[in-house]
C-alpha cells in the first residue's frame, strides 16, 4: 500500500488578514480599569502595611522608592491595557473562529470547529454588572489550546455558544 499525500495550494486557503475581525465591548475596557484599580490598591496597601511593620523600609527613600516604583507599574499597565485593548478582536468564519489580542506579543489563535469538545460561558461580577461574558471553546488539542473570548456582550457570547455548540454537533 502506497501513502499518498496530497499537496495543498496555500493560496486557495482562507487568509487569517482577510478576515473582518469584529471589536469586543467598549465597556470591556471599564471592566479592566476597575480590576487594574483593584488590584493596584491592594499592592499599595500591602507597601504600607510592609512600610507600617518594617522598620528598615521607614526611612523616606525606601517610602519614595516603593511609592514612584507603585506609580509606575501601574501607569505601564495601564498604558499596556489600553493598547491592548484596541487590538482585541474576534471573526466567525465558515469552519473556525478566530481570536485576536495582545498590544506587545500579537496573538491570533484559531480554534476549528472540529476541533472544540464543548464551550461555555464565564461572567465575573464586574463582567455582570456591564452586561459582559467570556466565551471560552475547548478544544481537543494539548496544552493551551483552549480559546477564551473576553468582553463580549452577555447575550451575543450565550448566541455563539449556541451556534457554534450547533455547527460541532452538525459535523460530528
Not at 6 to 28: G, Q, R, W, Y
Not at 99 to 109: L, M, P, Q, Y
Not at 137 to 161: F, H, N
Amino acid at each position: 500500500m502506497e501513502f499518498l499525500n496530497p499537496t495543498v495550494n496555500i493560496e486557495l486557503l482562507p487568509h487569517i488578514e482577510k478576515a473582518e475581525l469584529k471589536p469586543i465591548s467598549p465597556s470591556f475596557l471599564k471592566v479592566l480599569r476597575i480590576e487594574l484599580l483593584i488590584s493596584s490598591t491592594i499592592v499599595l496597601l500591602v507597601a504600607a502595611v510592609c512600610i507600617f511593620f518594617i522598620k528598615v523600609l521607614q526611612q523616606p527613600r525606601w517610602i519614595l522608592l516603593i511609592g514612584l516604583t507603585w506609580l509606575l507599574l501601574a501607569v505601564l499597565q495601564w498604558i499596556i491595557q489600553q493598547k491592548s485593548f484596541h487590538v482585541m478582536a474576534y471573526a466567525v468564519r465558515e469552519r473556525d473562529i478566530l481570536f485576536r489580542s495582545g498590544w506587545i506579543i500579537r496573538k491570533i489563535r484559531t480554534c476549528p470547529f472540529n476541533r472544540i469538545q464543548h464551550s461555555s460561558i464565564s461572567s465575573g461580577p464586574l463582567e455582570r454588572k456591564y452586561g459582559l461574558a467570556t466565551l471560552i471553546l475547548y478544544t481537543a488539542g494539548t496544552d493551551d489550546s483552549d480559546v477564551r473570548i473576553s468582553g463580549l456582550p452577555a447575550e451575543e457570547a450565550a448566541t455563539l455558544k449556541e451556534w457554534i455548540n450547533k455547527k460541532v454537533t452538525d459535523e460530528s
